[in-house]
């Protein structure tokens, strides 16, 4: 099984729709992660968590909303879907390295089409 | 905003023939260095982090850091037509945060 699942992993969806993406993880991480990716402008962090009461922006979460529901479940909503947030979405997770940075997992992520 | 800049455009290479990608950073204080593999379609995987200066081994990955000029390289020896991919740079800052470089795309051509 994997240890980090996403659901759904393809999405149509029509502009001004509610949409939530789903990320669940088996490897005992605290620290959770949202990103998007778009060709040409590589991934970008959306929200981060590092424990179920830590919630932070990342560098484009205008738009977005999470929830970290457990220390294994971070789900990433889209209050009001617009075709700019077409994209492949990832959920990673990763867990305090030995004097360096953590390593991040990911997920295989999730590709979100709004019409 | 960190800048992680990969500037190549699609690199390739013959099978057998070393791949050379490089990768430069624009945060000074950034001291842990990444490289992830993507498979179109697919999600990055770690394959090299390397922290000091210096060059890091793994199999037939060489990861290169010099600080003081602010980038960091990946060699593939022996390159594979598995081996083609796109390869991600990734620098951390803070608070365990990763920037992402915009990715090169390898061609290995048997």
């Known amino acids: 099984d994997a240890d980090v699942t996403q659901t759904p992993r393809n999405r149509i969806t029509k502009t001004g729709k509610r949409i939530m993406l789903e990320c669940s993880q088996t490897?005992?991480?605290?620290?959770m992660y949202w990103y998007r990716q778009d060709p040409g402008l590589g991934l970008r962090l959306i929200y981060y968590?590092?424990?179920?009461?830590?919630?932070n922006k990342g560098e484009i979460s205008d738009g977005y909303s999470v929830s970290r529901q457990a220390q294994a479940k971070f789900s990433l909503s889209l209050e009001s879907a617009i075709p700019n947030q077409t994209a492949l979405y990832f959920c990673?997770?990763?867990?305090?390295?030995?004097?360096?940075?953590?390593?991040?997992?990911f997920g295989p992520g999730t590709r979100l089409t709004v019409l | 905003q960190k800048e992680v800049e990969q500037n190549s455009g699609p690199l390739s290479v013959p099978e057998g023939a070393i791949a050379s990608l490089n990768c430069t950073y624009s945060?000074?204080?950034?001291?842990?260095f990444f490289w992830y593999r993507q498979y179109s379609g697919k999600s990055p995987e770690l394959i090299m982090s390397?922290?000091?200066?210096g060059d890091k081994e793994d199999g037939r990955f060489t990861a290169q850091l010099n600080k003081a000029s602010q980038y960091v390289s990946l060699l593939i020896r022996d390159s594979q037509p598995s081996d083609s991919a796109t390869y991600l740079c990734?620098?951390?800052?803070?608070?365990?945060?990763?920037?992402f470089g915009k990715g090169n795309q390898v061609v290995v051509i048997p």
């Open positions: 990673a997770t990763s867990d305090p390295g030995r004097g360096g940075t953590d390593t991040q997992y």
């Open positions: 945060d000074r204080v950034s001291q842990s």
């Open positions: 990734a620098v951390a800052y803070g608070n365990n945060r990763l920037a």
């Open positions: 390397i922290y000091s200066n």
């Open positions: 490897k005992g991480h605290d620290r």
């Open positions: 968590s590092f424990d179920v009461k830590d919630i």
